[in-house]
């Protein structure tokens, strides 16, 4: 189907994303940060990405916005589950930066394929 990058520090939920998202029939490549992420979709962009806003090194608001230089027009799902930062905050930015849609942490997994399928019509 689609090939996507999938960017999240935490390996618990990096991990139930990406099985959820190769039974849908995605090819996935899952990474711990952003600075890898963004390597790899200079070198072959992706059909979406999937990233996180909170980590370290290269948080989410860098990644969409060197993702938009990088990549133009490549759809961006950003997700949190807070923390220092208020999700409505983090995810509000994340939009105005480009992301085509947010989800804020947790959220059901048929939720996030939908809005995969959705982004990838």
């Keep these: 189907m689609a090939s996507i990058v999938l960017i999240d520090d935490d390996?618990?939920?990096?991990r139930a994303i990406r099985r959820?998202?190769?039974?849908?029939?995605?090819?996935?490549l899952a990474l711990d940060n952003g600075?890898?992420?963004?390597?790899?979709?200079?070198?072959?962009p992706p059909d979406l990405v999937i990233t996180d806003m909170l980590m370290p090194d290269m948080d989410g608001v860098e990644v969409i916005g060197e993702v938009g230089s990088a990549a133009p027009?490549?759809?961006?799902?950003?997700v949190s589950g807070?923390?220092?930062?208020?999700?409505?905050?983090?995810?509000?930015?994340?939009?105005?930066?480009?992301?085509?849609?947010?989800?804020?942490?947790?959220?059901?997994?048929q939720e996030l394929l939908d809005m995969v399928a959705g982004v990838l019509k």
């Design 82 to 109: 807070g923390g220092r930062v208020p999700i409505s905050l983090l995810l509000d930015t994340a939009g105005g930066l480009g992301a085509v849609h947010t989800l804020a942490k947790p959220f059901e997994m």
């Design 20 to 28: 959820v998202l190769e039974q849908a029939g995605h090819s996935v």
């Design 35 to 44: 600075k890898a992420a963004l390597a790899s979709i200079e070198a072959e």
């Design 73 to 78: 027009g490549l759809p961006i799902i950003a």
């Design 11 to 14: 390996p618990d939920v990096r």
